[in-house]
Every structure is written in C-alpha cells, then in structure tokens.
C-alpha cells in the first residue's frame, strides 16, 4: 500500500463475525440491514460485499451518494438513503440509480416526481413520523399525502418506514407500543390505495424483542456489528449473543521505567506511586480513543490487562505494564478486542462507551473514520 498514515493504530474487521451476526438475524428477505455512516466505520464496501454473499436483498445507507456508491459497485439489491434526497439533483440520482428514496415531505414529493419522466415508474419510500420526531410525514398529514401521490402516479411507494426512539429502554414500553399503534394505522391508511406497500418500523432492539412490529423488513443496526442496543438494561440478554466485528490495535512505541514521584504525559495527572514499567503506545484521541478516557480505561497486552495511565495524547497513551511479563517495542496494545489469556477479559466498545457516558455506535464510528483498516 502507498497510501501514508499518520497513527500506527489499526481496526481489524472480522468478516466473518459480521456474517455470522446476519445469519443469527433470520430470513434474510426480511432484514434491510443498515450500513450507513460507512457501516458504523466498519466500512461500507467491504460490509456490503459480505452481506450481499450472505444473501443480503435489502440495503440501507444514510445519503444517496452512498446509494449510488453501492449501485455503481455493482450491487443489485434494494437500496434505501434513510436521509432522503434534499435537492432536485439527488432526487434525479435517486431516479437514475433505482434508489428507493424516502419521500419526507409535501415538497420534496414535488421533487421526487419532477425527476421521473412522464409514464415511468418510480419506486418510492415513504417516512412516517410516529414518535421520534425527526422525518417524515406525521399521522394528520396522510389525507394530504395519499392525495399527493394520487396526482402524481408515477410515483410507486413500495415501502413505507419509521423508527423506534426508545426500543431499547424497559422503562418506555408505552411510549413503543404507542409509535407500534400509530404505524400500524397509517401504513393501513396508505395500503388502502397501495395494497403491496411494504413496511419496516423495528431497529436491532425492536427486532430482538418486539415480535409484533417484524412486518416485512426490519431495519438491524448495531447488532450487525456485536453490539447490543439493550446494554446496562434488564434486557441485555436479549441481545447478547451477537459477536463484535472490530478490533483496534495500536503498537508500542517504546518501554521505560518511570521512579516514584515522577509523572508522566501532559497536565501531570499521573505519578508514579512506585517504581513502575511503563508502555507508550502508538494511539491518541486523533485516532478514536478519546481524551476524556485518560487514567480510566484499560489495555489488553500479551493476553493481559493492564491500566491506561496519564493524559491521552493526540497520537500517543501510556500503559502501566509493571504486572506484565517481559513488554516489547512493537508487541500491540489492544483497545478493544485482541486474545485474552484464560481469566482475562477484553475491553469492549461498550465498556468504553460506559466510561465515557456514550453508546457503542459512537465509539465504533469514530475508530473506524480515522484508522486504517484491516479485513480478515
Ligand atoms: C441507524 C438506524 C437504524 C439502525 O438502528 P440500530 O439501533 O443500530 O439497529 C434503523 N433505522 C433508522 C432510520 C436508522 O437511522
């Protein structure tokens, strides 16, 4: 590779545990399976590549570039920009590239039948705002909708979509079943007049744990990637069996030996309380690993745990190896993932994002957008 880097740090991606996470998910015809944002920085080519031979018939991506990236790629399957299409141009790249684009609004209606030619048809998707609050067309809009697509025939919506805001969360039981309830009577106000109109509400959570809301296509996320939605909740079993797919690596740089009272990195926030061996490792908060983790996480090296100790820096971190065997320049420090000895457990996204008060996705974006990639 030509290519230069600036971090020796490094995402692995398990392929295979991608596709053995999309096999634990069912029928593959009924799964749109998301990989915007690149795949959650897993990468979207490869994802899709992998899923396609494991028989994927539906994908969704956040922007139609991403669409079209797909379509130009070769792929045949459906393909569904959660975004939409904001301008009169993406809507015609919708078009020409059998992007089945959610329609948001009245307007952008407008739009969507202003890139079809007289007599062709367009497939269509429909969003539908039942509780999130976000896009799409809320539960008084449908008179004016269905209207709207009555005048333009062209238009074919095939599929209508809405998102859970709080699938995850034991204590919101009613507020989801609510968003069920109002999906349930709009997509019947718009099957009336589109009988094949295909429907897809559930999200990894709601997929794992609301059988009454599968309908056609059901939307997995996160579990894709071995995350569970229901993490730090009483349902955290219900999703625990997916595997995760990255691991992220980083090399270290050098090993020295810090003397008691002697600090180490910027701002001084770690000194020695003995004699200690010390790891500096080549990743920082420019490669995902975030500054607001320093003196809280943990490393695995050599199989083994081992605490990450001062200020992160943009490209470098420090690791308290004093408890390890023999650690050398080059052995790699495993942020997440990597082979822990018997009795030892790795650092998960999870784990990182509890410290940090986050989710997994975030985590797992940000590795993946700013380190290399490596596919196995
Ligand atoms: C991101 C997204 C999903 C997937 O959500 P997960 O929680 O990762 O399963 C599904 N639908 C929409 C509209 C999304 O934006």
């Known amino acids: 590779m030509s290519e230069c880097f600036f971090s020796p740090s490094c995402c692995h991606i398990d392929l295979g545990a991608l596709t053995r996470n999309f096999f634990r998910m069912g029928d593959p015809s009924g799964l749109l399976p998301v990989i915007k944002s690149d795949a959650y920085g897993h990468g979207l080519m490869p994802v899709a590549r992998t899923l396609d031979k494991a028989g994927a018939q539906h994908f969704a ?13 070769g792929f045949h399957q459906q393909i569904v ?23 948001l609004d009245m307007e952008s209606l407008k739009l969507a039948a202003q890139a079809c030619p007289d007599h062709k048809d367009f497939p269509v998707a429909i969003a539908c705002n039942t509780g999130m609050g976000r896009l799409g067309f809320s539960a008084h809009e449908m008179p004016d909708l269905i209207e709207g697509l009555r005048r333009y025939p062209m238009l074919k919506p095939v599929l209508a979509l809405s998102h859970l805001a709080c699938a995850d969360m034991p204590d919101e039981t009613i507020y989801t079943l609510a968003q069920q309830e109002r999906f349930k009577s709009m997509t019947n106000a718009l099957r009336a007049f589109f009988p094949t109109l295909a429907r897809s509400l559930n999200n990894s959570a709601g997929l794992q744990n609301l059988p009454d809301s599968q309908y056609e296509l059901c939307r997995p996320g996160i579990t894709l990637y071995g995350g ?111 082979q822990p000895e018997p009795g030892q ?30 596919y196995h």
């Open 61 to 73: 991506v956040g922007t139609v570039s991403e669409g079209c990236a797909l379509r130009k790629a």
């Open 81 to 103: 920009p959660l975004l939409g299409a904001q301008t009169q141009e993406d809507w015609n790249l919708s078009f020409t590239y059998n992007l089945t684009t959610p329609i």
């Open 228 to 338: 569970n939605p229901f993490a730090g909740t009483v349902w955290e079993s219900k999703a625990s069996d997916f595997e995760w797919v990255m691991s992220v690596s980083a090399p270290v740089l050098q090993v020295r030996k810090l003397k008691a009272g002697q600090s180490i990195s910027y701002g001084r926030i770690f000194t020695a309380p003995q004699d200690m061996t010390i790891a500096i490792i080549g990743i920082g908060y420019a490669s995902g690993f975030n500054r607001a983790l320093s003196n809280c996480s943990d490393l695995l090296i050599n199989g083994r745990r081992c605490p990450q100790i001062g200020r992160v820096c943009m490209g470098m971190i420090m690791a308290d190896v004093s408890r390890l065997g023999a650690t050398e320049v080059g052995d790699l420090a495993w942020i997440i993932g990597g």
């Open 345 to 374: 457990r790795v650092v998960t996204a999870q784990e990182l994002a509890a410290e940090l008060g986050t989710i997994s996705y975030e985590v797992l974006c940000l590795f993946g957008m700013t380190n290399r990639r490596v």
